[in-house]
């Protein structure tokens, strides 16, 4: 993955709009949050291959970036992404993370199912 180019990723984003596309979603503060500190609670959500239809997709942010994503009737939204590709598979990869390079965010976007 390279550092999120604004223009290529908004492009990218770009090409997925107003077809149904398969959706990967990930956000963690890490399994051992609680354990490493325990003011912290352990914080993540989790969605693989909901399948989305998005009217408009943007990205905004001077670093860390965010996405929005625009549904018929809602929002999804990433936050913290530092990262992005085309895989040679056709999906998009973002991700964010950490300042010791752990994963914080993923959203990913595909025409067919990820890999379960």
């Known amino acids: 993955m390279r550092p999120i180019d604004l223009e290529a990723l908004q492009h990218a984003?770009?090409?997925?709009?107003?077809?149904?596309?398969?959706?990967h979603l990930e956000t963690t503060n890490g399994?051992?949050?609680?354990?490493?500190?325990?003011?912290?609670?352990?914080?993540?959500a989790y969605i693989r291959n909901g399948l989305i239809r998005y009217t408009r997709g943007s990205v905004k942010g001077q670093g860390p970036y965010r996405i929005g994503l625009k549904l018929p009737l809602g929002w999804v939204y990433a936050e913290g992404l530092t990262h992005w590709e085309t895989d040679s598979e056709g999906r998009l990869l973002t991700a964010g993370h950490d300042g010791d390079g752990k994963l914080a965010v993923a959203l990913e976007l595909s025409r067919t199912p990820f890999p379960t």
């Open 31 to 44: 399994a051992y949050a609680s354990h490493l500190d325990a003011t912290k609670i352990t914080a993540g």
């Open 13 to 23: 984003l770009d090409q997925y709009a107003e077809q149904d596309v398969y959706l």
